[in-house]
């Protein structure tokens, strides 16, 4: 199994910057993915960056300029830096883990509990 750990979330002030943590431990494949989801009130879950093992990233077209993810593979964890926060980013930010292959049966896909972010105008 794989646990995830987040930290870094909370009440900051638009246009100022947060950097958010998140830790794996357990059985973590050496080729993953790893990255942020978030999650408003009353919409959807929704993909904000992810990056693979290898380095292969994805923002959403929201968050691109203003985010930036990075990964220390040697310490499993995954980063997501938020410049220029905008009170639309007010948000549950989750971390999610994905590793080994499907076809394999060794694919898992892990979700963290969640960290607040709260950005006010």
């Known amino acids: 199994q794989v646990q995830l750990v987040e930290s870094g979330g909370g009440l900051v002030q638009a246009g100022r910057s947060l950097r958010l943590s998140c830790a794996a431990s357990?059985?973590?494949?050496?080729?993953?993915?790893m990255g942020w989801y978030r999650q408003a009130p009353g919409k959807q879950r929704e993909l904000v960056a992810i990056?693979?093992?290898?380095?292969?990233?994805n923002y959403a077209d929201s968050v691109k300029g203003r985010f930036a993810i990075s990964r220390d593979n040697a310490k499993n964890t995954v980063y997501l830096q938020m410049d220029n926060l905008a009170p639309e980013d007010t948000a549950v930010y989750y971390c999610?883990?994905?590793?080994?292959?499907?076809?394999?049966?060794?694919?898992?896909?892990?979700w963290g509990q969640g960290t607040l972010v709260t950005v006010s105008s």
């Open positions: 990056m693979s093992s290898g380095g292969r990233t």
């Open positions: 357990g059985s973590i494949r050496s080729i993953n993915t």
């Open positions: 999610n883990y994905r590793g080994g292959v499907m076809a394999l049966g060794t694919y898992l896909e892990v």
